[in-house]
């Protein structure tokens, strides 16, 4: 999906197409609306994305690069807020994450894609958490 998104908004820089525009906001928000749910945290409720922490970042590019033609910061947000609840609530004692932003992992095995693709995410979205 964040592959797609990208694609058509350079389709839309670079034609000037606004359908390619309005297809890439379609995928954005489809995407949205089928890979977040609500959690539960304490008492609490918010939305996540899913649990394929790589997979956020690669759509995080395609919707950076939306909003930088569209001024939408809604999913961005979103992905930001999760990963800073993930970053303040969900890492074991040696720092790593599991494949959950909500919630700690009961395994005691860690896979290498969740926490390297962190060190992107966090880059990426540097100019969202300042």
């Not at 539960?40 to 909003?67: C, H, T």
């Not at 947000?77 to 992992?105: C, M, Q």
Request: hydrophobic letters at 40%; a negative charge.
């Amino acid at each position: 999906s964040g592959q797609m998104i990208e694609a058509a908004v350079m389709l839309y820089k670079i034609t000037g197409d606004n359908q390619y525009l309005i297809d890439a906001q379609n995928t954005a928000r489809g995407s949205y609306n089928y890979f977040t749910s609500m959690q539960k945290v304490g008492d609490s409720e918010y939305i996540f994305y899913n649990n394929s922490p790589w997979f956020n970042v690669i759509l995080l590019r395609g919707l950076k690069a939306l909003q930088l033609v569209d001024g939408n910061r809604t999913y961005i947000d979103t992905i930001r807020d999760n990963a800073l609840y993930a970053w303040n609530n969900v890492r074991n004692e040696y720092g790593l994450f599991g494949n959950s932003w909500y919630s700690k992992a009961d395994n005691n095995h860690k896979w290498l894609l969740d926490n390297a693709c962190m060190i992107e995410l966090f880059v990426e979205l540097d100019e969202f958490i300042k």
